[in-house]
């Protein structure tokens, strides 16, 4: 039962990554009607504002301390951070320490910036294009935009540290009657899911109880009558856009304490992503939701070691394996709509 326990754990965890970016594919595809494989690259640039926040926190410069002396009995000097000076040695260290949750605010409008450069300055112009020429175009923006981040933070993984106080891990098992220790998680992890639950529930109140989420969900629909109806229906597209570079970016943020960030982590989750999209179903929001969370689990209990002792590999393919049943007897996917890429 324990290990039941963990593995469902390890699957929300994966689940989670995969739901946040398989919704924001959808919300580019229900609205845009554009198959974006650029996705996992938001995924990644998220990741590298936590970097670039972590580490504008952590400049300093350096000052002699007279209380230190080397073997030489010189005075030694010291880097000391500049949010020591601004804001004090206490509140300066916490600020450092909590730099991977405070750069969330540091990339939502970086990557609200990017979403609307993205959409204005390329994606508008293939919306009318076949599916092939969308997914040309935006796997190449993917590739320029990862090799950029590999120019500038290099091919290594970079460390990016969650706070003090979410290191260790979480005794689950005393929490549910078991025995002390018997189930341990890590903070940072459990962190994650209920930040990825939070985020899927607000795109989802977004989109249900504004006017302008309504507006946008009956553009999804008939984006010809709404049209007619005198709403600039391509302004809020537009603004969906820059919403779903958003929604990608801050599962990137959160993520970089689990996976140290690197310019092809956007493409190691791209395709996982995209198959958790037609699991779902095409177009579907719930049904992404739905389809990360279920094939996260799927891969996290196919990666037990009875499991892979006796299959082989079974936990690198299980979710095409999944893909393929699914497909063969639900073409549309779980959720899917009638006539979505059909015609």
């Known amino acids: 039962m324990d290990q039941i326990i963990v593995q469902i754990l390890n699957g929300l965890d994966k689940g989670s990554a995969y739901a946040l970016i398989a919704l924001g594919l959808t919300l580019i595809f229900g609205t845009l009607g554009v198959v974006n494989f650029a996705h996992g690259a938001l995924f990644m640039l998220g990741a ?7 580490r504008l926190m952590n400049l300093s410069h350096e000052i002699v301390d007279d209380t230190r002396t080397d073997f030489l009995g010189n005075p030694m000097t010291v ?22 949750p405070l750069s969330i605010l540091f990339a939502i409008p970086v990557m609200i910036a990017v979403g609307f450069a993205m959409e204005r300055g390329l994606i508008k112009h293939f919306y009318k ?13 993917a590739i320029v935009l990862q090799e950029i981040v590999k120019a500038f933070f290099g091919a290594n993984p970079i460390q990016t540290p969650a706070p003090a106080a979410f290191t260790g891990s979480f005794d689950f098992g005393s929490w549910l009657g078991f025995d002390p220790l018997t189930i341990m998680y890590p903070y940072w ?15 989802f109140a977004f989109l249900q109880f504004t006017t302008f989420g309504m507006v946008v969900r009956a553009g999804m629909a008939d984006r010809e ?3 007619l109806l005198g709403i600039n229906i391509d302004k809020r597209f537009t603004i969906m856009f820059a919403v779903a570079a958003c929604v990608a970016g801050l599962a990137g943020v959160m993520y970089a304490p689990i996976v140290a960030p690197n310019y092809h982590m956007g493409m190691d989750f791209l395709v996982l992503s995209f198959v958790v999209v037609v699991v779902g179903g095409m177009g579907s929001l719930p049904g992404a939701v739905l389809a990360g969370f279920l094939l996260g689990i ?3 209990f196919a990666s037990m070691p009875v499991i892979v002792d006796l299959l082989p590999g079974i ?3 299980v979710i095409y394996l999944v893909a393929i ?6 073409p549309r996917g779980l959720m899917g709509r009638k006539g979505v890429m059909e015609e």
């Open 48 to 54: 590298f504002c936590a970097v670039v926040f972590s």
């Open 79 to 100: 880097d000391v951070p500049y949010m020591h000076d601004i804001f004090g040695p206490e509140i300066g260290a916490s600020i450092i320490d909590w730099a991977v």
């Open 129 to 141: 294009r076949p599916h092939a020429d969308q997914i040309l175009v935006t796997f190449g923006l």
């Open 189 to 203: 992890r459990l962190v994650y899911f209920f930040f990825a639950t939070v985020i899927i529930g607000g795109v």
């Open 225 to 227: 009558t709404v049209g």
């Open 298 to 300: 799927l891969e996290s």
């Open 315 to 317: 936990n690198q393919i």
């Open 325 to 330: 049943i699914i497909l063969l007897t639900r």
